[in-house]
């Protein structure tokens, strides 16, 4: 990654260029079942609050990644889904790798012991990046959902903290 990329943590007037790279996202048809960006306060509401972060180049975010729970039982507190989206023009230059890692960071030290991801099994670049980041396949959901009237599958890659639930 290049050294004028910053991570950092999300700011509420960063939301206009998060949906925008979210919407980019939608269009490839390969990285989430949605069909269109949520609104500000759906995507608030979806994700945790401590684990928001976006990549900025010259003050211009460029990608964003989000947690996002599982489950409203008490006993999966530690476990989340995660999200991360890398503007157009932008990909190749380690930004995804870099939102990943600082993501996982950001997890632990919130007491998070499991994350894990749905991936399109079309999106290598996203599977090889989660499997840089210590995440193993779980398995392929197969027709899990349909997307434009055509069955999807997606593979599910979880990571389990070193640091956090052991024991």
């Not at 157009?88 to 994350?115: D, F, K, P, T, Y």
Request: contains cysteine.
């Amino acid at each position: 990654m290049k050294d004028d990329v910053i991570i950092r943590q999300f700011k509420d007037n960063d939301f206009a260029a998060v949906r925008e790279i979210y919407q980019q996202g939608i269009d490839t048809g390969h990285a989430t079942f949605e069909t269109r960006a949520k609104t500000q306060q759906q995507w608030m509401s979806a994700t945790l609050e401590h684990c928001r972060l976006v990549a900025v180049i010259s003050q211009q975010v460029v990608g964003w990644a989000a947690l996002s729970a599982v489950s409203a039982r008490s006993v999966y507190r530690g476990v989340a889904e995660l999200s991360v989206y890398v503007a157009n023009g932008h990909s190749g230059r380690g930004i995804g790798n870099s939102l990943l890692g600082n993501l996982v960071q950001c997890a632990e030290s919130n007491q998070m012991w499991m994350l894990q991801a749905s991936v399109f099994p079309e999106n290598h670049a996203s599977i090889a990046l989660h499997l840089r980041h210590g995440f193993r396949r779980v398995g392929v959901r197969q027709h899990i959902a349909q997307q434009h009237g055509k069955w999807r599958d997606t593979v599910l890659l979880e990571r389990r903290s070193a640091v956090v639930g052991v024991g």
